[in-house]
């Protein structure tokens, strides 16, 4: 079965321009979450998606945002991008919104704001 | 507020000697999981072990092996023989009840783990 698949895969914006990244979770698996890495640093929470709903949002600014669509893919957008936006960004799918089970992370996009 | 210190920022080994990484967590709930991701340069995060608060039996996967105490809320992990392939950031996360229905992942900033032929 194929893994969690994320485009694009490297990424260049100016500062002030929008994004879209997309995602598309393991088959069978209805939670989409995401997280950005920024260089050093362990990934940080951003959104988590189940069954099309937000189901949890971490401490980021309301620039961003993340939709899921029927077929439990899933965008990340950002607004008004800042250099400090540059990082890798990780979606990550499981089974359930909750409970014991692992998350499978996809190869992330690397965005570069310059 | 949930906390995964992972104090080891790199370490170096030569093959076949054996590693332990450290991870040290922090929560108030007493239902919580613990996980390893391993990241090599790819950047993909892959996913090694998860252990539940309940469980504090150590667990051996081949070279690997995890020791849970909830006495020093401490989750070690270490490769026994290691190898070249093993290369690559390591980093702990736990999942507790503090983020309400969303079960995020609290990751420590990593370990880099080299392992020199």
């Known amino acids: 079965d194929a893994g969690v698949t994320q485009s694009p895969t490297h990424l260049i914006k100016t500062r002030g321009q929008h994004v879209t990244l997309r995602c598309s979770p393991i088959s069978g698996h209805k939670s989409v979450s995401w997280y950005q890495q920024v260089l050093g640093q362990g990934p940080q929470f951003i959104f988590q998606y189940y069954e099309k709903e937000e189901r949890g949002r971490g401490n980021f600014p309301d620039r961003f945002s993340a939709r899921q669509f029927p077929n439990y893919s899933s965008e990340l957008n950002v607004n008004a991008l800042l250099l400090g936006d540059s990082a890798l960004y990780l979606c990550?799918?499981?089974?359930?919104?909750?409970?014991?089970?692992?998350?499978?992370f996809g190869p992330g996009t690397r965005l570069t704001v310059t | 507020a949930q906390k995964v210190t992972q104090a080891q920022t790199e370490i170096s080994v030569v093959e076949k000697e054996d590693v332990t990484l450290d991870c040290v967590y922090e929560t108030r709930d007493t239902t919580y999981y613990l996980f390893w991701y391993k990241q090599p340069p790819s950047g993909e995060l892959v996913f090694l072990i998860r252990r539940n608060s309940f469980d504090e039996q150590n667990e051996i996967s081949g070279r690997y092996s995890w020791n849970f105490q909830k006495s020093t809320s401490s989750f070690n992990f270490t490769i026994t023989a290691s190898q070249v392939v093993d290369s690559a950031v390591y980093f702990c996360?736990?999942?507790?009840?503090?983020?309400?229905?969303?079960?995020?992942?609290?990751f420590g900033s990593g370990t880099q783990l080299t392992v020199l032929p």
């Open positions: 990550a799918s499981s089974p359930s919104r909750a409970g014991p089970y692992e998350q499978y």
């Open positions: 996360a736990l999942s507790d009840l503090s983020s309400g229905s969303a079960r995020q992942l609290t």
